[in-house]
T-cell receptor
Framework: GESVGLHLPTLSVQEGDNSIINCAYS??????FIWYKQESGKGPQFIID?????DKRQGQRVTVLLNKTVKHLSLQIAATQPGDSAVYFC???????????FGSGTKLNVKP | DTEVTQTPKHLVMGMTNKKSLKCEQH?????MYWYKQKAKKPPELMFV???????INESVPSRFSPECPNSSLLNLHLHALQPEDSALYLC????????????FGPGTRLTVT
């Protein structure tokens, strides 16, 4: 069953500010990572990915940084908008086929 | 078309019922997945189908039975579920069974009474 009182970590930002969402991954052999956005009542939506031979990748208003030394991934969202409010998950691909493990998630709350 | 569709959107079933969840994609993807997601938790992998064959079963109880009738369809047959099985069931697909982007459907919200 569910844990009573379990809350997702929440990041609250003002509209127009930049947001940084962090993720610590567990498997040093993971070589592919994805950031997903999940809005209430919807399935996860792909935002950006990065492979382990890179340490930075940019998309439209988003940047992913990968630090393999400390097994850390971050998602930067520029000029955050109310439509960015959602739960954000990082996912790592283990060295076993196409098996993704998801991080615990961060709720982004954008204040107008 | 980058869409994965799932039906039904909501399902309420008793513990003695048998029901099925359906997932469809027309992107020509060769890998399809079932995930279970509880409230405020990340998705948890249940099954992986690769080229229409079951390749990964994450020790899922036998009351959940997956089926891949063809390359576009994925079913999840449910029988004798427990209330703790209530969750959002997500289907996803990717172009190949490797480290590729997975496209998710909107999910089926299942309630077991």
């Amino acid at each position: 069953g569910e844990s009573v009182g379990l809350h997702l970590p929440t990041l609250s930002v003002q509209e127009g500010d930049n947001s940084i969402i962090n993720c610590a991954y567990s498997n040093s052999a993971s070589d592919y990572f994805i950031w997903y956005k999940q809005e209430s009542g919807k399935g996860p939506q792909f935002i950006i990915d990065i492979r382990s031979n890179m340490d930075k990748r940019q998309g439209q208003r988003v940047t992913v940084l990968l630090n393999k030394t400390v097994k850390h991934l971050s998602l930067q969202i520029a000029a955050t908008q109310p439509g960015d409010s959602a739960v954000y998950f990082c996912a790592e691909n283990s060295n076993n086929f196409n098996k993704f493990y998801f991080g615990s998630g961060t709720k982004l709350n954008v204040k107008p | 078309d980058t869409e994965v569709t799932q039906t039904p959107k909501h399902l309420v079933m008793g513990m003695t019922n048998k029901k099925s969840l359906k997932c469809e994609q027309h992107m020509g993807h060769r890998a399809m997945y079932w995930y279970k997601q509880k409230a405020k938790k990340p998705p948890e992998l249940m099954f992986v189908y690769s080229y229409e064959k079951l390749s990964i079963n994450e020790s899922v109880p036998s009351r959940f039975s997956p089926e891949c009738p063809n390359s576009s369809l994925l079913n999840l047959h449910l029988h004798a579920l427990q209330p703790e099985d209530s969750a959002l069931y997500l289907c996803a697909s990717s172009q190949d069974p490797g480290p590729y982007e997975q496209y998710f459907g909107p999910g089926t919200r299942l309630t077991v009474t």
